[in-house]
């Protein structure tokens, strides 16, 4: 019998609850679905992290909503007591709830998500960068501004 097991996404015996960690985290939509092209989805994404970000759970340093998925670099907030699994999985909750009521669409998420951990040797302008200038890299926007759903918003923890 054939017993595949998942693929480990995550780093294996890291805290993911320390909250001087800066992650960059992808959350793709169920299949790649272009779900979040669409203005009004696109604007509970961001809602919903500006939510967070106001309720002091997340330090967050840039986002950009595509199509298919988001990114972001976020650090946890101190005094948040959980793991940034339990973070993503609250986000993904909600946003999917909320969207679900109004626009219908019943499994916006795919099950997992990806984060990288930016390690002290690496840059963190070069990880921000890349983030917001995805849209440009699409061929969506010739200046990443002007895209509307990527932004820079606290600074870099330098």
Not at 61 to 70: E, L, T
Not at 71 to 95: C, E, P
């Amino acid at each position: 019998m054939d017993h595949r097991s998942r693929k480990k996404i995550h780093l294996k015996g890291f805290n993911y609850t320390v909250g001087n960690h800066v992650y960059f985290i992808t959350i793709c939509t169920a299949g790649k679905k272009p779900y979040l092209k669409d203005a009004g989805i696109a604007g509970v994404i961001v809602d919903g992290m500006e939510f967070r970000r106001k309720g002091k759970e997340i330090i967050l340093f840039c986002y950009c909503v595509m199509p298919d998925h988001v990114h972001m670099l976020l650090s946890l907030a101190q005094g948040y007591n959980k793991t940034l699994i339990d973070w993503v999985s609250d986000f993904k909750r909600y946003s999917a709830k909320s969207i679900k009521v109004a626009h219908g669409i019943e499994h916006l998420w795919q099950k997992n998500f990806y984060d990288h951990v930016v390690r002290n040797d690496e840059s963190l302008i070069k990880v921000a960068e890349y983030i917001v200038n995805n849209p440009v890299r699409k061929g969506m926007a010739s200046e990443w501004k002007e895209y509307p759903y990527s932004r820079m918003i606290d600074p870099l923890p330098m």
